[in-house]
């Protein structure tokens, strides 16, 4: 059974940085595209970067662009988001999510199996 397992998550100022993290376990992370999604308080949950299984391509929502790094350790079954500069708006409990589906998905529907989140919050 495949497991997603976010960690990294916390308080930072605005400005700061953050790694999140996540591990798979049940099977390879060669084996799926990956993505990083957020949801906060009263809306709906949206997709923030993913990176294709040979991590040779990724993609970036647009407000992210420039702060956000995607990337993937497959020897390790890891993948990771370091954020920077971070914005209170960028407070949301992040999701990581793994896809069968070739290239970058960003539509969650894409996404067959997703870690329970960890939380970033930012403060002004």
């Known amino acids: 059974q495949v497991q997603l397992v976010e960690s990294g998550g916390g308080l930072v100022q605005a400005g700061g940085s953050l790694r999140v993290s996540c591990a798979i376990s049940?099977?390879?992370?060669?084996?799926?595209?990956m993505g990083w999604f957020r949801q906060a308080p009263g809306k709906e949950r949206e997709f923030v970067s993913g990176?294709?299984?040979?991590?040779?391509?990724?993609y970036y929502k647009d407000s992210v662009k420039g702060r956000f790094t995607i990337s993937r350790d497959n020897a390790k079954n890891t993948v990771f988001l370091q954020t920077t500069s971070l914005k209170p708006e960028d407070t949301a409990v992040y999701y990581c999510?793994?896809?069968?589906?070739?290239?970058?998905?960003?539509?969650?529907?894409?996404?067959?199996?997703w870690g329970r989140g960890t939380q970033v919050t930012v403060s002004s």
């Open positions: 999510a793994a896809s069968v589906v070739g290239g970058v998905p960003t539509n969650p529907h894409s996404y067959t199996y």
């Open positions: 049940g099977r390879s992370l060669s084996s799926y595209a």
């Open positions: 990176i294709s299984r040979s991590g040779d391509n990724t």
